[in-house]
């Protein structure tokens, strides 16, 4: 299983990948999807090409289809459906007319447009033509409007930390701590000399702690 960065890589390198020829929904997706060379009407791919992309991951989806209504129906049945707070790596069904009842087309979102909507890579679009039956793999920006929701598979996590992350983390690890035996009788000395008042003694301090205990503990020694 990939991680949704890992799967939005495989995504990305198929770009610009265009029907051969023109119009004929004969493309790698369907041929991969059908198990043969396919053509015509009856075989738009934009589902095929997200699940090609998904395989290629390793990422389970919740059904092996090639029709946006029968996974989104899927996705509603694993719990997996979501209508807002979309994430890289979902897969945004859209009705084009804004009603939000026809599943006319599909994407993997790469990410989310504050204020706008989401971008993501799609199958079986266009830059300026067919959104629904353009022929070609797009990357394109969808208003909010135009998403009826999303399916959102499990991905491997990263094995990332923010900085905040990683500093809460520590202070939560360190705060387990036992303060050192020989540092006990100091510690002490010092709350006494009202250079620390003691509280959370394991625990980090940014420098302007660092640096006011050290003029406290100058004053105290005069």
Not at 43 to 60: E, I, L, S
Request: charge should be positive; charged fraction near 25%; aromatic fraction near 10%.
């Amino acid at each position: 299983m990939a991680t949704a960065k890992e799967l939005l890589s495989v995504a990305v390198r198929q770009l610009n990948v265009r029907e051969d020829p023109p119009d004929s929904n004969n493309v790698r997706y369907n041929t991969w999807y059908y198990g043969r060379e396919v053509s015509g009407k009856a075989y738009p791919w934009c589902m095929a090409f997200v699940q090609w992309v998904f395989d290629q991951a390793g990422v389970k989806l919740p059904a092996r289809t090639a029709s946006c209504g029968t996974l989104m129906n899927a996705a509603k049945s694993f719990g997996i459906w979501v209508t807002g707070d979309f994430q890289p790596g979902d897969v945004a069904i859209y009705d084009f007319s804004g009603k939000r009842r026809t599943t006319e087309h599909c994407g993997i979102v790469e990410a989310v447009l504050p204020g706008y909507g989401v971008q993501a890579i799609e199958g079986n679009t266009s830059e300026a033509g067919s959104q629904s039956n353009g022929g070609m793999v797009c990357r394109k920006k969808r208003p909010w409007k135009h998403i009826i929701g999303a399916v959102r598979p499990a991905f491997e996590q990263e094995d990332t930390m923010t900085g905040k992350e990683i500093y809460e983390s520590l202070n939560e690890y360190l705060g387990r701590q036992p303060v050192p035996a020989w540092a006990r009788a100091e510690l002490e000395e010092a709350k006494k000399a009202g250079i620390t008042d003691g509280a959370n003694p394991m625990q980090l301090i940014p420098r302007y702690q660092a640096a006011i205990m050290a003029l406290r503990a100058a004053k105290a020694g005069k």
